[in-house]
């Protein structure tokens, strides 16, 4: 079954990191970009950046440069996601999906809560 | 990151055909052509259409997608109470090097 699985929600302290995981099942994870979007509660969708699991080169969007990390595991098939100093504003469900011309197939999405 | 444009909302009747926009520019829509994704309360989005109207496999033909220019359409035909959904647009941006989505459109099926 081709899926992605992610890892479950994580409540988080203002200033701290959190990494997300996203494990690829069913097809070849070397094949295609994962990319990680987000979704503020009530709000839309918005792109994070990508990697390219095969070489692991990354391509950030503007708003999280240096603080965003995107990183994969080829040997456990396994992307990862991590946003250091975290605000409130940075609540938000984050999914990882493939691209395979558009977002093909989508994570179920990691709960991310930040608040202290 | 400047993104696509979408009206908020759209309301039509049980079986008409609703169109739904999406207007960006000639580094985005107009350059690669959008992609379009439904969304469900609570669900992940899914892949209606992608380069402007090709459809991954198990898609209804009820959903096509086209473009003109910078705006890209969706035409859901014979609208079924489960298409009330959030729809979102999405483009390859090339002068930003990013991905860029459209604000979404809630889609009630009255």
């Known amino acids: 079954q081709v899926q992605l699985v992610q890892s479950g929600a994580e409540v988080m302290q203002p200033g701290a990191s959190v990494k997300v995981s996203c494990t690829a099942s069913?097809?070849?994870?070397?094949?295609?970009?994962i990319h990680w979007v987000r979704q503020a509660p009530g709000q839309g969708l918005e792109w994070m950046g990508w990697i390219n699991p095969n070489s692991g080169v990354t391509n950030y969007a503007q708003k999280f440069q240096g603080r965003v990390t995107m990183t994969r595991d080829t040997s456990i098939s396994t992307a990862y996601m991590e946003l250091t100093r975290l605000r409130s504003d940075d609540t938000a469900v984050y999914y990882c999906?493939?691209?395979?011309?558009?977002?093909?197939?989508w994570g179920h999405g990691t709960i991310v809560t930040v608040s202290s | 990151q400047a993104g696509l444009t979408q009206p908020p909302s759209v309301s039509k009747g049980l079986r008409q055909t609703a169109t739904l926009t999406c207007t960006g520019n000639s580094n985005n829509v107009g350059n690669q052509g959008a992609a379009w994704l439904q969304q469900h309360q609570g669900h992940p989005p899914k892949l209606l259409s992608f380069?402007?109207?090709n459809r991954p496999s198990g898609i209804s033909e009820r959903f096509s997608a086209s473009r003109s220019g910078n705006t890209a359409s969706l035409t859901i035909t014979g609208l079924q109470p489960e298409d009330e959904a959030d729809y979102y647009c999405s483009a390859w941006d090339s002068s930003l090097s990013a991905w860029v989505f459209g604000g979404g459109t809630k889609l009630t099926v009255l």
């Open positions: 069913g097809y070849t994870f070397t094949g295609y970009y």
């Open positions: 999906t493939r691209e395979s011309g558009g977002f093909d197939m």
């Open positions: 380069r402007n109207n």
